[in-house]
């Protein structure tokens, strides 16, 4: 009942910049927090970054400083800002969020995931 759709992946070299972005739709009452996780080529899924509702931030060591999340509460979206990539960021970056639906159900929910390779 809640679908999330990303957009902004790619190929890029080591250093350079991508901004990936999610927006969410359908029976949304609320959403609470939202946030990026990755899956490697060793199929291991981590957190990269995640912000609440009030802005509240959190942010995997190995992305801090190069990374910035950001949301749109009006629009029920969240960014990712993604700056001096490396290598090591390559992986399949998905979109997570979750809240409350219209009916009062909570919902954890999980975008289709977009590929972020960083190389030269």
């Known amino acids: 009942q809640v679908q999330l759709v990303e957009s902004g992946g790619g190929l890029v070299q080591p250093g350079g910049s991508l901004r990936l972005s999610c927006g969410a739709s359908g029976a949304i009452f609320s959403i609470n927090v939202m946030g990026w996780y990755r899956q490697n080529a060793r199929n291991e899924r981590e957190l990269v970054a995640t912000i609440s509702s009030a802005g509240t931030t959190n942010y995997a060591d190995s992305v801090k400083g190069r990374f910035t999340i950001s949301r749109d509460n009006a629009k029920n979206t969240v960014s990712l800002q993604m700056n001096n990539l490396k290598p090591e960021d390559t992986a399949v970056y998905y979109c997570?969020?979750?809240?409350?639906?219209?009916?009062?159900?909570?919902?954890?929910?999980w975008g289709q995931g977009t590929q972020v390779t960083v190389s030269s």
């Open positions: 997570n969020c979750n809240g409350r639906t219209t009916a009062h159900y909570p919902y954890d929910t």
